[in-house]
């Protein structure tokens, strides 16, 4: 089937990602990559493990200095990260 108008590939790919509720998947994904750029170097090299789930990004750092000042910083660091994303992918952040 024929559709009326042709689309590009970038927009079949988002309809594809959307369709399949990858775009969430991709975006958390993307966060994760960027958290270097997010926080910076130092903090990063700090960090041992990140990941997302149900909107709460999990963080574990080898320093408990950086994770106090990580605390009080949290709610600004959890506006930077969605603004980075685009969307509100994380609503809250656990340092352990």
Do not use: C, F, P
């Amino acid at each position: 089937m024929r559709r009326s108008r042709t689309i590009s590939l970038a927009e079949a790919v988002q309809d594809y990602l959307k369709e399949m509720k990858l775009d969430g998947k991709l975006k958390e994904t993307g966060i994760i990559n960027s958290w270097e750029d997010i926080v910076g170097k130092a903090i990063a090299s700090r960090t041992t493990k990140i990941y997302i789930r149900d909107g709460i990004m999990h963080v574990k750092l080898s320093s408990s200095v950086v994770r106090n000042e990580l605390l009080m910083l949290r709610r600004s660091l959890v506006d930077k990260i969605n603004e980075k994303a685009g969307a509100e992918i994380v609503k809250d952040i656990v340092l352990r």
